[in-house]
């Protein structure tokens, strides 16, 4: 059976596609058979990602298509060990429905309020709709550099009983720019931002051992061993 990897939120513009296209570039480069599920019919922020990446020609190949429905994905499914699913910005009825029938499920945040709040109100959908809390995490990502934040953030998703991923993927412009040319963090040139970004494929990657079947230890240079 191939493992479904979801990033769903309530709101957009809180990395789901960022975190979705680094997390199907990690499990690529650590040598799964990969598709990156776009249904955000509305922004399609994968499909284009792809074209970059394919104009470039790089490496490894990540298989991207776009998907309306879920009984859709389910034909293709079969041919990829790993699904990785970016959702359209708001938590709706097929967002709730591909969340019940995930392996994982990650919702990315800031660690500001106005983030956390809406998080907070998708985790009890989830809940409610019968999502085992192991299968879920919160992802710190697009946040700024207040320490005192995310001693804030962190401790009411604590008192929630949240799964937290210790790694946190900063705002920064070096990001902005690999994305706009088919990259991930991860394939940055400078070193700072791909050991952030490797950090965060680490983390992911290991929530994802965690909760599933075990994938292979990345290493930096995006093999594995």
């Avoid at 479904?4 to 296209?21: D, E, P, Y």
């Avoid at 700072?192 to 490797?198: E, S, V, Y």
Wanted: net charge positive; aromatic share 6%; charged share 25%.
């Amino acid at each position: 059976m191939p493992r479904r990897i979801l990033f769903t939120s309530q709101k957009g513009g809180v990395g789901k596609s960022t975190l979705a296209r680094s997390t199907a570039v990690a499990l690529a480069y650590a040598g799964r058979r990969v598709l990156l599920a776009d249904f955000d019919v509305d922004q399609r922020t994968c499909m284009r990602w792809q074209a970059q990446r394919l104009a470039r020609a790089l490496e490894p190949k990540v298989d991207v298509a776009a998907f309306s429905k879920e009984k859709k994905l389910g034909r293709v499914e079969f041919d990829y060990q790993d699904i990785v699913i970016d959702t359209r910005g708001q938590h709706d009825e097929l967002s709730l429905d591909l969340a019940t029938s995930a392996d994982v499920v990650f919702l990315p945040s800031s660690f500001s309020f106005d983030d956390v709040a809406p998080t907070l109100r998708v985790i009890e959908s989830l809940r409610n709709a019968g999502v085992p809390s192991a299968r879920v995490a919160i992802v710190f990502c697009r946040t700024g550099g207040s320490k005192k934040q995310e001693q804030q953030a962190r401790s009411v998703l604590g008192m929630n009983r949240i799964a937290v991923l210790d790694a946190v993927l900063p705002q920064k412009d070096g990001f902005i720019s690999l994305y706009s040319t088919g990259r991930t963090g991860r394939e940055a040139s400078q070193s700072k931002l791909r050991a952030m970004a490797l950090a965060m494929d680490e983390a992911l990657l290991a929530f994802i051992e965690g909760t599933t079947d075990p994938v292979p230890k990345l290493v930096a240079n995006g093999g594995s061993f």
